[in-house]
C-alpha cells in the first residue's frame, strides 16, 4: 500500500492523504490551505491525483481545513462516495456555504457543493465499513468538535490510523477521545505537540472576572469566537454560571449567523453529547441559553445592538477577527478604555486578532484608523486541541513500535511531539515531507 502526504505537512491546514492499493485508490480528508492570500492560492491549484480517478474520500471532521477543497473534487470530476458521521454533514453543509461566500477567487460553483451530500455515505461510530474491495474503515470519536472522528483503515493483514484532530478532554460538551485501536502505523496531528494547555477550572473563573469587571465599568465585553465547538461550549458555561447567579444579569448577543446555524446542529444530535451535558438539558431545557442570551440573525438585529447603551456582552465571528460582525463591533467600542475584547481562541500570525492581542496601540479597519485604547484579555484552555501530553496519551496503546507519522503541525510542534515520544520510548517515528510517498 502506498502513502502519499499531500497536505497539512509541516503547518496545519490543508489535509489530504491518498492511499493507493491494487486497484483502489482512496483519500482521507480534503482540506483548504488558510493563512494568508499565499496559502490560499495553492486551493485553485490542480490536486495531486486525479480525482476522477479516486474511488472514495473519508472525512474526518467539518472544520474548512478538512473539507475545504471537496468541492473542488466534485468540480474536477471525482464521482464515488464520500463517507462521514451524519454529525459532520450537517456541519460541512453550513462551513462550506459560509466559504463560498467568503472566497476571492471561488474554486468551484455552488452546484458542487449540493453534489458533494449527493455522494455522502454517513457512517457510525464503531462500525466497519468496506470503502473498496481493498480498503476497510472505522470511525472512532474523536471528541474534537460534535461528529469528530479518526479513522481505521485495513488493508490485507495490515492497519493504518488517521488522527485527524484530537479533542481537549474532558470537554464539557463532548465524549473523550476514543481509544486508540490497535494499528501498524498511526498518521497523528501535532497541533500542540510542544504545549501543555491551562486548566479548564481556571477558565471558567477567568472569564467570570472579565466579564464581571468590565460590566461594572459600564463597559461593553466583544468576545470573537469560532462558530463551532467553540461558541458552544461558551454558550455552555454561561448557561451553567449564569444559573449558579455567577454571571452579571446584562444582555448578551450571540451576533453570528452561522455559530447560530451550528448550534441548531449541535441541539439537534445530544446522542452524540457526554453524559453530563445531556443530564443538563433534562434539567435545564436548552443548554445553549438563558434568559438574557439573544440571536442576532439578520443585519438590522445585528446593527440594533448599537442601541443598547452600557454594560453589555456579545460574542460574534470571526474567532480571529479577520472578518465578519467582530470587525463591527470592534470600531465601535476598541477605543474606549471600559470596554475589553476577549479572546478565547487562538490567534494566527497576520490576523488583525493577533495584532490587538500583541497589544498594537492602533488598527486600521475599513481605511479608518482607530487606536485601542479598551483592555485586551486572552483565556486559554478553549483549545478544542489536544495538547502535548493528551496525544501522547491516546497514542498509549503499550505498543512502542508502530510507526507515527506526525503532521499537522508547525515544524517546531511537530519536532516538539516527535522529541517528547523518543523520551517516551517511540522510536519509528517520522515528519514526512510534502508531497512524499511511503510504501507500507
Ligand atoms: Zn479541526
Redesign the pocket.
Known amino acids: 500500500m502506498k502513502i502519499s502526504f499531500l497536505g497539512a505537512i509541516r503547518e496545519v491546514t490543508g489535509s489530504n492523504y491518498l492511499l493507493e492499493h491494487n486497484n483502489s485508490k482512496i483519500v482521507v480528508d480534503c482540506g483548504y490551505f488558510q493563512g494568508g492570500r499565499k496559502s490560499e492560492e495553492r486551493n485553485i491549484q490542480s490536486f495531486d491525483y486525479d480525482p476522477s480517478s479516486i474511488d472514495a474520500v473519508i472525512i474526518t471532521?467539518a472544520?474548512l481545513?478538512?473539507i475545504g477543497r471537496l468541492p473542488k473534487m466534485i468540480a474536477d470530476g471525482f464521482k464515488g462516495k464520500i463517507y462521514m458521521t451524519e454529525v459532520t454533514e450537517q456541519l460541512a453543509k453550513i462551513v462550506l456555504e459560509d466559504a463560498f461566500g467568503l472566497m476571492r477567487e471561488p474554486t468551484h460553483q455552488e452546484k458542487d457543493v449540493i453534489q458533494i451530500f449527493e455522494q455522502t455515505q454517513v457512517v457510525g461510530y464503531n462500525q466497519k465499513v468496506n470503502i473498496t474491495n481493498d480498503f476497510s474503515a472505522t470511525f472512532y470519536d474523536a471528541g474534537?468538535?460534535l461528529g469528530?472522528s479518526f479513522v481505521k483503515i485495513e488493508w490485507e493483514q495490515k492497519s493504518i490510523v488517521f488522527s485527524g484532530?484530537l479533542g481537549n478532554c474532558p470537554n464539557p460538551l463532548l465524549n473523550n477521545t476514543a481509544k486508540i485501536p490497535q494499528s501498524n502505523y498511526v498518521v497523528c496531528e501535532s497541533t500542540y505537540g510542544s504545549r501543555i494547555h491551562e486548566k479548564a477550572t481556571e477558565k471558567t473563573n477567568k472569564l467570570i472576572k472579565n466579564i464581571t469587571d468590565t460590566i461594572s465599568q459600564n463597559g461593553t465585553v466583544l468576545i470573537p469566537s469560532f462558530a463551532i465547538e467553540r461558541t458552544q461550549e461558551l454558550l455552555y458555561q454561561m448557561d451553567t454560571i449564569f444559573d449558579q447567579h455567577r454571571l452579571p444579569k446584562v444582555p448578551y448577543f450571540l451576533d453570528s449567523p452561522m455559530a447560530i446555524n451550528v448550534t441548531k446542529v449541535y441541539k439537534q444530535f445530544p446522542n452524540y453529547w457526554n453524559i453530563s451535558a445531556r443530564d443538563s438539558k433534562i434539567k435545564d431545557g436548552d443548554i445553549f441559553k438563558f434568559p438574557t442570551l439573544k440571536e442576532t440573525m439578520t443585519t438590522e438585529e445585528s446593527k440594533s445592538i448599537n442601541n443598547i447603551r452600557g454594560a453589555k456582552v456579545i460574542i460574534a465571528g470571526a474567532g480571529m477577527m479577520d472578518g465578519g460582525r467582530i470587525v463591527h463591533h470592534a470600531k465601535r467600542y476598541i477605543s474606549d478604555k471600559k470596554n475589553m475584547i476577549l479572546f478565547i481562541g487562538y490567534q494566527a500570525q497576520g490576523t488583525l486578532g493577533r495584532s490587538i492581542y500583541d497589544g498594537i496601540k492602533s488598527v486600521k479597519i475599513d481605511r479608518e484608523r482607530h487606536s485601542v485604547r479598551c483592555r485586551v484579555k486572552a483565556i486559554g484552555g478553549y483549545s478544542?486541541h489536544a495538547d502535548s501530553h493528551q496525544i501522547i496519551n491516546w497514542l498509549d496503546d503499550g505498543d512502542k513500535n508502530k510507526h507515527i507519522f506526525i503532521t499537522h503541525g508547525e515544524e517546531i510542534e511537530s519536532e516538539g511531539l516527535k522529541n517528547r515520544l523518543i523520551e517516551n520510548g517511540y522510536s519509528n517515528l517520522s515528519i514526512p515531507n510534502e508531497k512524499e510517498s511511503v510504501e507500507l
Open positions: 471532521h472544520h481545513d478538512h474534537h468538535i469528530s484532530d478544542a
